[in-house]
């Protein structure tokens, strides 16, 4: 079957800090990835989504950036994070068909 | 304007006490419609998929239907195990691709 890992769960970090969230999917090959950020009172927004190694699509321009570095990695990064950059993060899946999306389990950032 | 709107914000049932929720959309050319359950600090965990107009699902006291311009989720006899947001999200052909849109979520307490 397939899995979603995401991580880490929580994450404090002061402004102008650097970030690397990571999210790895097992069980299954080439999968669509997402990143999204869900804030309160909001629906979840779309940052990025990718369909293959190395291809990234960006939906909201922004302080944030991601890369696929192989099939099942997805990582969004920054490189000076900004107070409105906190959120709860999370990474998806689907296969190619986009017919549901598989979600992790959340990032939680702080910044301060 | 917003292309998926869920209703209500917040539903407060007592337990056993049946009630539907709604996601309404205005969007054109719809793929798929779907259902997502997002308990407290997780990720949403996938319910259904309806497909088109009068098509029904159901899962233990939920049950999913599809109309051209909503869709309601019926909740019956309902359990505080129940309580949690619910997400529904469209995914419909827009600008030359699939785009997928997601509502704000109903927020559920089910008081025993």
């Known amino acids: 079957s397939q899995t979603i890992h995401q991580w880490p769960a929580t994450l404090v970090q002061p402004v102008g800090s650097p970030l690397s969230l990571e999210c790895t999917v097992e069980?299954?090959?080439?999968?669509?990835l997402y990143w999204y950020r869900q804030a309160a009172g909001r629906g979840l927004q779309l940052l990025f989504y990718?369909?293959?190694?190395?291809?990234i699509s960006s939906e909201v321009p922004q302080n944030l950036s991601a890369s696929r570095p192989q099939d099942r990695q997805f990582i969004l990064s920054s490189k000076k994070l900004l107070l409105s950059d906190s959120g709860f993060y999370l990474c998806?899946?689907?296969?190619?068909?986009?017919?549901?999306?598989?979600f992790g389990s959340g990032t939680q950032l702080s910044v301060l | 304007e917003d292309q998926v709107t869920q209703s209500p914000e917040a539903l407060r049932l007592q337990e056993g006490e049946s009630s539907s929720l709604n996601c309404s959309y205005t969007?054109?050319?719809?793929?798929?419609l779907f259902w997502y359950r997002q308990d407290p600090g997780k990720g949403p965990e996938f319910l259904f998929t309806?497909?088109?107009a009068g098509e029904e699902k159901e899962k233990e006291r939920l049950k999913a239907t599809l109309t051209k311009k909503e869709s309601f989720l019926h909740i019956t006899a309902p359990k505080p195990e129940d309580s949690a947001t619910y997400l529904c999200?469209?995914?419909?052909?827009?600008?030359?691709?699939?785009?997928?849109?997601f509502g704000k979520g109903t927020k559920l307490s089910v008081i025993p």
């Open positions: 990718s369909v293959g190694i190395g291809q």
């Open positions: 309806l497909y088109s």
């Open positions: 998806a899946w689907s296969t190619r068909r986009r017919e549901k999306l598989f």
């Open positions: 999200a469209v995914l419909y052909s827009g600008a030359g691709s699939y785009q997928l849109t």
């Open positions: 969007v054109s050319g719809l793929r798929g």
């Open positions: 069980g299954t090959s080439n999968p669509n």
